[in-house]
Structures are given as structure tokens and as C-alpha cells.
């Protein structure tokens, strides 16, 4: 068949207004059984624009997963006739991290290159890691899927926190400002975290290209937190929210007011500077946070503490900004020195 309609990639294949599924083979295993990635197809029966949606690229993040998981397999199919289109899912690029150990649970790192922490990251190498074996082949993917719109899916069950969508920031108005703007149905749960756009200056960055918009929706939450935890909830409100703006799928596209612009400030970097990681202890021991998400902090504020077996407090965690708690680590009671952003803070630098 010659029609330029139908998408295939690995053994999925999908005309218009079908739905296609299969896997794309990403690699072997030392056995020479296939590594095999899933993919989902969503060819809607006009043509429009086309969107492609990639989660797990970090293979314990999944509420997007989840998220886009509940849109694709339970609220587009039933769309299909009116969708136009396509959808391009890769729920899970880090397939082997997601399978984790033989009984299951993810590991962030594929087993493949635990040594090496090398991630799919665009565009790949096909002669490095695994991971940039990996990142090559889903580069090719989408080049040859051509996307006019991208969504990434994050999140993160290490950390207790706000849902966010991680970009660099455009003009208000500009067509990547109002895509990102798209992505945030529930202003009180989600933030845009930015750089701003003289920052991206300032790294001598070339201005965002037209096309694809790229967005990162990060979900931080776990149980007790502002965000979902294992809930892809907000991940998927967000998703099919993305398709209205696109003019993908029918319904009125939310538009969010008084949405939080905010500028990620980590922690304190080499020579004491600002860094715009997390925040890391220098000591181990039982960690418990003194403020919790959204809270605001002072410069100076004591927001956590860590202590030892013995009840005594070996390090008082300052915050090196005015500003509020973004998120904090909650995977274990008990952190080592350099634990992964036991805080991460932000300043809101613009409400619209
Ligand atoms: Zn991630």
C-alpha cells in the first residue's frame, strides 16, 4: 500500500483512524534474545498534526507512563474518527530499566550500563553505551516520524512535589509559550520551571526553533505530596489537554490563569555558587524535612536536618535562597553524603 497515511514502526502499523500496536528492537540481550521497545500507534482519520509522546526514558519514572497509558489505550481509541492526526507513544524507551529486577520494581539505569549511567538521549551514538544505542535508535524513530509537537514524560518516585513542566521559557504569546501553557490544567498542582529567555541568551543558545515544540512534563508527586505518586492522573489530564490545543481531538482547551513561572535553584554548586541541581548534604544519616512542598523558605532557613543513629544532629540542610520547596527526597528515611537532591527549591519569577 502506497498511502503516505499509514504509520508503521517496528511490527506496529496503523491506518487512518486505526490503532497499531507492537515493538520496535532496540537491542539484544547476551544471549542474543531481542531487547524490544513497545510502541502504540494513533492514526486519526483526518490528517493533522503529528505528536509524538515518550516516557521512561528514565526507567522508574512512571506516572507519565501511566498517564499516557490511560489516554492511549482507554480515552483516544474511542476518538479515532474524529482525531486528526496522529499520536506516536514510546512508553517505555528504557524498556529493560522498567522491567527491573527479575521480580520486579524499575531501576532508574538501564542493568545494561549500570556501570556506565549512560541515557537514551537524542541523538545517540549506535556505537557507544547501550543507552546511546538506545537514544540512536529512538532518534531515528522520530526522525522518521518527522513530529510537529513532542511530549516527554518524567517524574520521579524518589521525591515528594509539585507537578512541572521543565522547558525554556518564550515569549508570552510566542506558539512554545502557549503549548507549554496547554500542558497545566490545575495551576495550584503544576508550575512551568523555567530558564528564562536571557539566561538562554546569556548561554548563547540559538533562538527555539518553530517546530517540534517540546515539552517535559515532570511529575514529582508521591503519597502526602501535591503531585500523584504511581496516579498518571495529571500526566494524562495534561496530555489529552495538549491535544486540544493542537486542534487533535474535539472539546474546548483549558486555559489556566495565574499559572507560576518559576526559575529552578538547586542547591550550592563548586565554590560555594549557585547551582541549578538539587541540593546534597554532605553527611549521611536519617533525613527529615522541616518544611514541606510549596512552604516558602528564607536564605539561611534550616529546612532539614540529618541525623545520626544516636539521635544527634550531624548536618542543619540551609536554604541558599528566598524562595519555596519545589520538592524533597522521600524514597528512604536514610540518606549517604551526595544523595540526589534531597531538596530542590525554586523562585517564582513571573504569575500570569
Ligand atoms: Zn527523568
Redesign the pocket.
Known sequence: MSDDRILEFGSAKAGPGEKGTGFVKVGELSDGSPVNMPVIILNGKNPGPKLLIVAL??GD?YPGALGGLDACNNVLPDMLDKMNGSVLFLPAVMIDSFRGNPYGGGT?NSALDIDQGARPRSPGNPYGKYGQQLGYKVHQVEKEYDPDAIVKF???KQMYGIDVIWCWSAPPGSAHDNYWRSGITDPDKMIILGHSAEDRARRGLPPLPDRPLTMNL?SNGGEGGIGNGFSGDSMRDSLLNVMRHLKMIPGEEIKSKNIRYVNYIGGVGPGGKMHSAGIQTTRGGFFTPLVDIMDPVKEGQTIGLVKNFFGEVVEEIKSPIDGFCKSYYCEAPHIGSGQWRVFALAKVIEVR
Request: aromatic residues 0%.
Open positions: 526514558e528514565d519514572e532508574r518524567h517524574g520521579c515532570e
